[in-house]
């Protein structure tokens, strides 16, 4: 089954940081372009951050300067390092391809940002 697995997801107070990281599936992930999705609570998923194949990388511009997306294409691995937390940043956070494929969201992991 292709579906991708994220973890670390905490609880965290504004100004902290996080790592997540992301397990993808497929023999050609080094080929995919990736990407770092968001959702809060009754709103759309937002694509925050960007890597594609040779890592060249985009932000939103409400996480510029804050988030960084790498890969490590020998472990089929992507990260988010997430600095400077806001409480707007929490959200259950996915990766995916970058455009998305619907038949292969994982589960997320819950970000929040609070005192």
């Known amino acids: 089954q292709v579906q991708f697995v994220e973890s670390g997801g905490a609880l965290v107070q504004p100004g902290g940081s996080l790592r997540l990281s992301c397990a993808a599936p497929g023999s050609i992930f080094r080929f995919y372009a990736m990407g770092w999705y968001r959702q809060a609570p009754g709103k759309q998923r937002e694509l925050v951050a960007t890597?594609?194949?040779?890592?060249?990388?985009n932000y939103v511009d409400s996480v510029k300067g804050r988030f960084t997306i790498s890969r490590d294409n020998a472990k089929n691995m992507v990260y988010l390092q997430m600095n400077s937390l806001k409480p707007e940043d929490t959200a259950v956070y996915y990766c995916?391809?970058?455009?998305?494929?619907?038949?292969?969201w994982g589960q997320g992991t819950q970000v929040t940002v609070s005192s």
């Open positions: 995916n391809r970058n455009p998305s494929q619907q038949g292969w």
């Open positions: 890597i594609t194949s040779g890592s060249s990388t």
